[in-house]
């Protein structure tokens, strides 16, 4: 069975205080590992997708790496405005099927 | 681009009623749509897989006869909630997936069900 671990559960950073997310990752076929921000009572919200070990992407303050074993995000210089909680899934399907699993997110509060 | 709606964004319902929720993709078609329980502080629990002009995949321990998916338009899945219990209440989100690609899924706003 697929498993996804994030951590840490919360995290709590000064604005300006650059940090990484963790998420570990066990599945027999990796097809992609995705990033998602969720705010408090919405849908989340896609950010990153990786599909190989090695594998970097950006976008403004985030920065998603791939290894075979782990992902990270990396939040540099947050702003409150960042602060949410972050999930990752993997997807362990084969073919014409999406099995996605999902983790339990790392809550993150950026104060002022 | 990538824009999934769901209404409504919150009910209210007496047990033993039905609730039917829509999830929609505003911009693109999808082949494929997803439906998601999630309760507080946990993680998203897949419920079951909505593919266009065929029976969902439920995922292992979902009421199939309970939680009534229809997916008749490449825009639009239906989840009907049938004789709803108060253990039923819930923060449904459901996703879409662009036709013809398989990987990130974009999500709805979610739906607030209270069952009294």
């Known amino acids: 069975e697929d498993q996804v671990t994030q951590s840490p559960e919360a995290l709590r950073l000064q604005e300006g205080e650059s940090s990484s997310l963790n998420c570990s990752y066990t599945?027999?076929?990796?097809?992609?590992l995705f990033w998602y921000r969720q705010d408090p009572g919405k849908g989340p919200e896609f950010l990153f997708t990786?599909?190989?070990a090695g594998e970097e992407k950006e976008k403004e303050r985030l920065k998603a790496t791939l290894t075979k074993k782990e992902s990270f995000l990396h939040i540099t210089a947050p702003k409150p405005e960042d602060s949410a909680t972050y999930l990752c899934?993997?997807?362990?399907?084969?073919?014409?099927?999406?099995?996605?699993?999902f983790g339990t997110g790392t809550k993150l509060q950026v104060i002022p | 681009g990538a824009v999934v709606s769901q209404h409504p964004s919150w009910v209210i319902c007496k047990s033993g009623t039905s609730v039917k929720i829509e999830c929609r993709s505003l911009?693109?078609?999808?082949?494929?749509m997803f439906w998601y329980r999630q309760f507080p502080k946990q993680s998203l629990m897949l419920m079951a897989t909505s593919n266009e002009g065929s029976k969902a995949t439920y995922e292992q321990g979902v009421e199939k006869d309970k939680f009534l998916i229809n997916h008749a338009s490449l825009t639009l899945s239906t989840l009907t909630v049938t004789s709803a219990h108060p253990e039923d209440s819930s923060f449904y989100i459901c996703?879409?997936?662009?036709?013809?690609?398989?990987?990130?899924?974009?999500f709805g706003p979610g739906t607030r069900l209270t069952v009294t």
């Open positions: 899934a993997v997807d362990g399907g084969s073919g014409g099927y999406q099995k996605v699993t």
């Open positions: 990786l599909y190989s």
């Open positions: 599945v027999s076929g990796l097809r992609g």
């Open positions: 911009d693109f078609q999808a082949t494929t």
């Open positions: 996703s879409a997936q662009r036709t013809g690609v398989i990987g990130e899924q974009y």
